[in-house]
């Protein structure tokens, strides 16, 4: 099986190497279709279907080279019934004809980052200068930093991709 990740964020790739046993698994940067740090999650979701989409493209007409296509996006956003803004992940998989769609765990973000983001700054680096890191999003991620360890961005990831995979993997669907 061969599956490609739209994304040059190794972790990405990591995430859904992590979940689809010995499939062969490329990444390409491919375009998201929403800004660098999508807010709510009808954009974090769109991201991820755009990305999952483009990369599964990349193998050429109805995809002669790819079973299926990956995408994952970060994004804020709120829940009903709290008031704090919190990390969300999506991931989208596609076999160039349907789609399936899973999140990742949330994660609430400190008052001092959320009102950053809220003024138009992007998580990522917000959470470099907070921490003094370097590319924290390609290491254990906002995911990591905000439980004290107790997850990573890779695991957070894997964990929205093997809901995205269920449509594809289960009967039940
Ligand atoms: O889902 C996440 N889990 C984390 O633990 C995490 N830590 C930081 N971020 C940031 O969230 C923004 C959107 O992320 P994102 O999906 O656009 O990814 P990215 O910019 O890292 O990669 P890519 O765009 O090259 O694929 C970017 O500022 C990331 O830095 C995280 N997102």
Redesign the pocket.
């Known amino acids: 099986m061969r599956i490609v990740v739209g ?3 190794p972790v ?1 790739k990591a995430a859904v190497e992590a979940v689809v046993g010995d499939a062969t698994v490329d990444a390409i ?1 491919v375009p ?1 279709g929403v800004p ?3 807010r709510g999650h009808a954009e974090t979701i769109a991201g991820a279907q755009t990305r999952a989409w483009e990369a599964f493209d990349t193998g050429g007409d109805e995809s002669a080279v790819y079973d299926y296509g990956v995408g ?4 804020v956003a709120s829940f009903d019934g709290a008031d704090d803004l919190y ?1 969300v ?1 999506w991931a989208a998989v596609t076999d160039g004809v349907r789609v399936g769609r899973g999140a990742g765990p949330s994660v609430r973000l400190p008052s001092r980052v959320a009102v950053r983001i809220r003024n138009g700054e ?4 917000v ?1 470099d200068d907070v921490l003094g890191t370097d590319d ?3 290491k254990e ?4 930093a905000l439980t004290g360890g107790r997850i990573d ?1 890779e695991t ?2 894997s964990t929205a991709v093997a809901g995205a995979f269920g449509p594809f993997v289960s009967e039940l669907y």
Request: proline share 7%; charged share 20%; no cysteine.
């Open positions: 994304s040059a964020n990405k940067a998201s660098e740090q999508p994952l996006e970060g994004g990390l992940m992007e998580l990522g680096p959470m924290i999003a390609k991620g906002a995911a990591g961005r957070a990831l």
